[in-house]
């Protein structure tokens, strides 16, 4: 953080399905939402930013516009993209955390380019072999964090060990349990239940982790079963777009059902307070964006269809990351694990 203390955050603007004129309403948003003089850095085309940025009231926090020639699409690969374009919005995001200009970013643009940026620029931390994508998610009690949401398509067991440490020091930190229960997503509750990659890693979350419970099913996880769900980056992935999916068409079907007849739109007017608070926690934006775990700086992933109030969310979510000095504590979860293993290791039959 900046000398006064104060969050610095590098705000990708160029890479959402909205383009750069809604991140920048969105960092407007933002603004009643987070400590007054955090520092905020739009970086993106200069020409395409500077006179949005001059039309919205941005007194309360400091703007400045960090100016890149490249964007990488949603179409782009990401590995070759990385690569020719280095002057791309999201590598110079990146960029700007390793040295030390800002301590987060935020990229709502294409999840591998940014995934690769950080783990290119900032490294994972130490003990950390794979970064994951942790995702808030609505249950029917309080919200859960399920990692790993895409970052690995493939783990081992030992990562999903390391995903758990993750979670839970971000539901500790960020969600604010002191006391969170972490479970691994499998298709029955049963020790002996789930593929080769479960079975291994309930055998190492179980001898290192106190605060597991076993398995969980991918219903109990949206009935609050845990605080903290981890699987591989394929299931994971799966199982958030087809929750959203599904929360969309049951708000849109409600949606289209009460308002099917005049008259319902009256006799419903008592429930409409109700329905708004549904609809809040039904609502990604909601949530703004979700951190990659495990690199060294706080980077924060949104859906490219963003709009200004889940940009606005994401960026609360980065400055009180680096408010609570989630990366430390993460450093400090990872090296208690590793020395955890090695006792274990040495440890007589």
């Known amino acids: 953080m900046t000398r006064n203390n104060m969050p610095r955050v590098a705000v990708d603007a160029m890479g959402g399905d909205l383009g750069p004129i809604e991140v920048v309403r969105g960092v407007a948003l933002a603004a009643p939402k987070i400590p007054a003089g955090t520092a905020i850095t739009i970086v993106g085309d200069e020409n395409a930013l500077r006179d949005a940025v001059a039309r919205l009231d ?3 926090i400091r703007v400045t516009i960090q100016h890149a020639s490249q964007v990488i699409g949603p ?3 990401p590995s070759e993209a990385f690569r020719t374009k280095q002057d791309a919005s999201v590598v110079v995001c990146a960029r700007l955390v390793k040295e030390d200009a800002t301590d987060a970013f935020i990229s709502i643009g294409n999840t591998g380019a940014a995934m690769a940026s950080a783990i290119r620029h900032l490294r994972p931390l130490d ?5 994951a ?3 808030v ?3 029917k009690g309080a919200p859960a964090v399920m990692l790993d949401m895409g970052a690995t398509v493939d783990c081992e067991p030992h990562q999903l060990l390391e995903f758990a440490v993750m979670g839970l020091t971000y539901c500790r930190m960020l969600l604010h349990r002191p006391n969170p229960t972490v479970a691994i997503l499998s298709n029955g509750e049963e020790s002996g239940k789930g593929n080769e990659l479960t079975k291994a890693a309930h055998q190492l979350l179980r001898e290192h982790v106190p605060e597991f419970v076993g398995n969980i099913e991918a219903g109990d996880a949206f009935r609050g079963g845990a605080d903290v769900v981890v699987c591989d980056g394929f299931d994971g992935n799966i199982l958030l777009k087809g929750a959203e999916g599904v929360a969309e068409m049951v708000l849109s079907a409600m949606r289209e059902e009460l308002t099917r007849h005049p008259w ?3 006799a419903l007017l008592p429930l409409r307070p109700s329905m708004r608070r549904l609809r809040q926690r039904l609502d990604y934006r909601e949530f703004g964006g979700a951190p990659l775990l495990g690199v060294n700086g706080v980077c924060v992933i949104g859906h490219g269809r963003s709009d200004a109030v889940a940009i606005s ?4 979510m980065a400055v009180d990351s680096v408010g609570q000095g ?4 993460l450093r400090n979860a990872a090296q208690s694990l590793r020395e955890r293993r090695a006792i274990s290791v040495v440890a007589p039959a």
Do not use: Y
Request: aromatic share 0%; hydrophobic share 45%.
């Open 58 to 60: 941005l007194d309360r």
């Open 75 to 77: 179409g782009d690969r």
């Open 127 to 131: 003990g950390i072999d794979r970064p």
């Open 133 to 135: 994508i942790a995702a």
């Open 137 to 139: 998610v609505p249950t």
């Open 264 to 266: 319902m739109r009256v």
């Open 313 to 316: 969310n994401a960026i609360k």
């Open 326 to 329: 989630l990366v430390a504590e």
